[in-house]
């Protein structure tokens, strides 16, 4: 059945049950044009439920693509972390518009939450919470979660005092157990895992995971509870940075969808990273060419180019993926140990290949230029290896940057030049 | 503070509260045998929180450094799911004692769910849950709750029918709201989202992350409940499925952690991909040797290797990441539909980058040689863009395999190849 048909019957027949999130797979597969059509078509109850499943690309569309008081009515009804992302997606003209269309209880509570940075525990966390005060009796906190009309978003129970501090917790389970007259302050468990509003995304999710956590209090530096961060929102949080760094090591932009994309927005996301690396490359044109005398003197050093290249960039790709992940487990990574492991292994395995390609060519064209080989390629891997073992800290730790789409690019790059650098510079010497 | 200072400090006050996962980060960074040491002089209450947390590597190491009776003694009072994980680390006659060690009733358990392969939902899921027959009243069912002594494990009680199939489910909330002479049956949500055992990890993940669950039931083919797999283990899984493809893209073997592993194990990891690289490489040397005429006809050739070399390599990376994402993000993806973008937009920014490259080597070395370099840089940076677009999907859905550590390095020396074939084939023919 095609992508059209199904959503067709989904529209007629609303007995076939489609998930939000499955409906919006499927949407994500049309054209940006039909995606707005079928948005638009779909019952606002359905609605309401699909967006948040969607792509910031395709909200960003969809609510450019109607009135600012259509999108105050729709986002009015969606969760406040919701709210507060499309709202961030928006042009700033268009986003005010919108909020100035909410409600007055809305439109406090969205502009409240529009102040933390996207990334960090504010960003992240939504104000629909249970907050209850100490001295209220289980049997009244029952009661009021009763008449709650939404329920699902009930994890946990928040106990605060006076000054609105996040003193302790109650799980539900807690509460059915308690006898009814019993204070909460007598029942709830004192030791409450929480994180400051301007918390990294990344140690919200390290945290949630560790502590096998449904739901994260986010406080501000007066101890009073904020907001909480789910579970699945701190899980897709977690997703985007996983693509995202996949997408840095192959230099491709932030892109969200393939199949449902313009061709043209697929070329862009690729393009800057290739522009920047056919810069790199004419550098590499003159820097080969610089050495034209030696390679006339000795044509065979032109046929082992591709193998230094290739063996220096691989080894640097390994060590920047195994950066990467080591900084992502470890929040607290000894960085002098890490560097000098790294530098030992490296010295290991290029032993290994250099010897290897030493005998090669040494057998093949003579000792001398299997010298030349093995010791600019023992040289230019250890380089290699070195720089890219120290980039992604360099980025993180002391620039704070996520270059996207460059960084991966970049230390390919510094190996090749390098390496070629190396490799004429050694074998000018020695043959 | 040194590490072996923090660990002593936490063994001598236990006032201090470092969390398990915090405490299993550092002993990750002591060497292997310091770490068996620092594991063996935990008191059990502890060590059992410890041992969830620590990797693969150090559970292994630890549990061939005790007895088979002790450790069925701290197996059998880890979570089930947390129990065969270890046992499938260790060499099957240490399994089987420990297994043998075992009384009687975990013994049953453990053994059937060593059945289960391990990236299945029944390789994941855990027998830690709470299921009533349908007829059980709500006071009796919160009775028995209350009688539990580990409580943290209860998000949902699953509701089951005379044949123990799972007919519906009961949240903590919906107990605590109904009235306590209801039968189970009355209460329950029937539209239960559930697995069948079989069912890969990544649609665990997926159905979790989708409908917001804390944790999703797994049943066999009769529908009968098995166990339940918990949105923190499904997090896990998903966290290491996402390290192994850059790892894969890298060509690293999976590896666990860095700063504590031994530095030959580092090396083992990324030798194997280097040295399949060097033997692709080493044809390399031989393509390019065997246009040594061309190459002694026109220097300049020599020049542009690594230009055409890195472009074409990079462009099939960037495919390749967005293909592996792709995949992930949808389980239907519509495979022609995705080719054609990738290679429509393919076509695009190699017109761009090989027109820039076409017009800067007419400049310098005259049209023809302009021509050579445009045009094979077309034709090898689309045939890269093909390949990688393809691959990662050849492995996955024809060949069903994930070759850790060497399908992204085989995927450059393709690319490399193709690129040099066709860069001298063009080259010999237009000058």
């Known amino acids: 059945m095609k992508v059209h048909e199904y959503l067709r019957v989904f529209r007629e027949r609303r007995k076939i049950m489609l998930r939000p999130a499955e409906f919006a797979r499927i949407v994500e597969r049309l054209d940006a044009e039909e995606r707005v059509r079928v948005l638009r078509s779909i019952p606002l109850e359905n609605l309401i439920e699909i967006i948040p499943e969607l792509s910031d690309r395709t909200k960003h569309f969809f609510f450019l693509s109607i009135s600012s008081k259509q999108s105050a009515k729709i986002i009015s009804l969606l969760p406040?972390?919701?709210?507060?992302?499309?709202?961030?997606?928006?042009p700033s003209n268009t986003r005010l518009r919108i909020i100035d269309n909410l409600d007055e209880k809305i439109r406090k509570e969205t502009l409240s939450l529009l102040k933390y940075e996207p990334f960090t525990a504010g960003g992240l966390m939504t104000t629909q919470f249970v907050a209850f005060h100490k001295s209220m009796k289980v049997k009244d906190a029952i009661k009021i979660i009763r008449k709650r009309k939404k329920k699902h978003y009930i994890y946990y129970i928040y106990v605060i005092d006076d000054e609105g501090k996040l003193i302790g917790i109650v799980s539900m389970r807690d509460l059915l157990l308690a006898k009814s007259n019993e204070k909460l302050e007598s029942i709830m468990e004192k030791n409450v895992i929480k994180v400051l509003?301007?918390?990294?995304?990344?140690?919200?999710?390290?945290?949630?995971?560790?502590?096998?956590?449904?739901?994260?209090?986010v406080v501000d530096g007066d101890g009073r509870l904020l907001g909480i961060v789910t579970a699945d929102d701190a899980m897709e949080a977690m997703e985007s940075e996983a693509a995202r760094e996949m997408d840095v090591m192959a230099g491709?932009?932030?892109?969200?969808?393939?199949?449902?994309?313009?061709?043209?927005?697929?070329?862009?996301?690729?393009?800057?990273?290739?522009?920047?690396?056919?810069?790199?490359?004419?550098?590499?044109?003159?820097?080969?060419?610089?050495?034209?005398?030696?390679?006339?003197?000795?044509?065979?050093?032109?046929?082992?180019?591709?193998?230094?290249?290739?063996?220096?960039?691989?080894?640097?790709?390994?060590?920047?993926?195994?950066?990467?992940?080591?900084?992502?487990?470890?929040?607290?990574?000894?960085l002098l140990k890490y560097i000098l492991k790294q530098l030992k292994?490296?010295?290991?395995?290029?032993?290994?290949?250099?010897?290897?390609?030493?005998?090669?060519?040494?057998?093949?064209?003579?000792?001398?230029?299997?010298?030349?080989?093995?010791?600019?390629?023992?040289?230019?891997?250890?380089?290699?290896n070195l720089i890219a073992s120290l980039l992604p800290i360099v980025y993180k730790r002391l620039l704070k940057i996520d270059p996207a789409g460059i960084s991966g690019?970049?230390?390919?790059?510094?190996?090749?030049?390098?390496?070629?650098?190396?490799y004429f510079l050694v074998a000018s010497l020695l043959i």
């Open 197 to 217: 509003y301007s918390s990294p995304a990344r140690e919200v999710v390290r945290i949630i995971k560790d502590n096998n956590l449904l739901a994260l209090p």
């Open 252 to 334: 491709v932009s932030p892109l969200e969808n393939v199949v449902g994309a313009k061709v043209i927005s697929l070329a862009k996301a690729r393009l800057p990273a290739l522009l920047f690396g056919l810069m790199g490359t004419i550098l590499m044109v003159y820097i080969v060419g610089s050495f034209e005398t030696t390679l006339q003197k000795y044509l065979p050093l032109a046929f082992f180019m591709p193998l230094l290249v290739y063996l220096s960039d691989a080894t640097g790709t390994q060590s920047e993926s195994m950066t990467i992940r080591a900084l992502a487990l470890d929040p607290h990574l000894p």
């Open 409 to 422: 690019p970049l230390d390919t790059i510094l190996s090749d030049i390098s390496t070629l650098v190396i």
């Open 345 to 384: 292994s490296g010295l290991m395995i290029s032993s290994v290949v250099a010897l290897f390609c030493f005998i090669f060519a040494s057998v093949v064209w003579g000792i001398k230029f299997g010298m030349a080989i093995g010791l600019s390629l023992f040289l230019s891997m250890n380089f290699s």
């Open 80 to 90: 406040p972390d919701e709210r507060v992302d499309i709202l961030q997606l928006l």
